[in-house]
Structures are given as structure tokens and as C-alpha cells.
């Protein structure tokens, strides 16, 4: 139920970021419980900003 549409919603929402990061790249994505109330654009918004500091980090 709930589960199910975060996870959903997050799957769609990396999925279409891949492309964007770098080859070889492995992703984990973990929902916290304040993911379950979240809106799709707040979820974009997290993920987004979790992976640009990730790409930020791994290329120091």
C-alpha cells in the first residue's frame, strides 16, 4: 500500500536520472518514514539533491 507507492514513486523517479550520472555508477535509495507523506515533486526534489551531492562527493 503505502510502501508500495513510495517505492514505486522512487524507482520512477531514479530511473529516470540514470542516464544522468556517472558510468559504473550503483545507487541505493533508503525512504525514511517521512517518505510515506511526501508528494512526488518532494521526493524528486530529495532524491535529486542526494544524488548531486553523492556525484559531488565520490569525484573529489
Known sequence: MIRNRVKRRL?????SRLDD???GTSVVIRALPA???ATFAEL??????AL????AKAAR
Open 21 to 23: 550520472l556517472p558510468a
Open 35 to 37: 517518505a510515506a507523506t
Open 52 to 55: 548531486r551531492q553523492a556525484v
Open 44 to 49: 524528486e526534489t530529495d532524491v535529486d539533491g
Open 11 to 15: 524507482r520512477a523517479i531514479t530511473a
